[in-house]
């Protein structure tokens, strides 16, 4: 079976930093595009940044760009989205998705899914 899996999100004050990991169960990501999108409570899913197959291109949200950086890992299973300067408003469930070869704005373009990790930044 198919599975994406987030970890890394917790509670963390403004200003710091977490770590964000996507692994692939089942399958290896060489293959995908891969997203992270978020969610805050009452708001549309929104997509902060994407990474190509190859790891050459990623681009973000103007809202992160700057703070947040992508990556992938040579093993082509994990994909990780570091988060500094964190501010309240990044407060979220954070989603990795997958879709074949091209990074797409729209969520409904992406084929897998996780289960998403909490992220609350708070004082």
């Known amino acids: 079976q198919l599975q994406l899996v987030e970890s890394g999100g917790g509670l963390v004050q403004p200003g710091g930093s977490l770590r964000l990991s996507c692994a692939a169960s089942?399958?290896?990501?060489?293959?995908?595009?891969i997203a992270w999108f978020r969610q805050a409570p009452g708001k549309e899913r929104e997509r902060v940044s994407c990474?190509?197959?190859?790891?050459?291109?990623?681009n973000y949200a103007d809202f992160v760009k700057g703070r947040f950086t992508m990556s992938r890992d040579g093993a082509k299973i994990s994909v990780f989205l570091q988060m500094s300067s964190l501010k309240p408003e990044d407060t979220a469930v954070y989603y990795c998705?997958?879709?074949?070869?091209?990074?797409?704005?729209?969520?409904?373009?992406?084929?897998?899914w996780g289960q998403g990790t909490q992220v609350t930044v708070s004082s």
């Open positions: 089942g399958f290896t990501l060489d293959s995908y595009a």
């Open positions: 998705a997958a879709r074949r070869y091209l990074c797409s704005l729209n969520k409904n373009n992406y084929d897998y």
């Open positions: 990474i190509s197959e190859s790891g050459s291109t990623s």
